[in-house]
């Protein structure tokens, strides 16, 4: 019975630990899309702006 319930608390703790897994994947892939998004604006600002300055 004492395995029993041992088993049900690591089958839990897994289950917990992968749900936070996944979460902190999708949090970890929003971040660097938004810092790759702004990467890209930032970018093109600079590009703008020196074709701009060349004029």
């Known amino acids: 019975m004492k ?3 041992m088993l049900l608390l690591a089958g839990l703790f897994m289950y917990i630990s992968f749900k936070m ?8 892939f929003m971040v660097v899309s938004i ?21």
């Open 21 to 28: 897994m996944v979460f902190a994947f999708k949090v970890g």
């Open 35 to 55: 810092l790759l998004l702004c990467g890209f604006v930032y970018y093109l600002y600079r590009s703008f702006t020196s074709k701009n300055a060349e004029e």
């Open 3 to 5: 395995s029993l319930i």
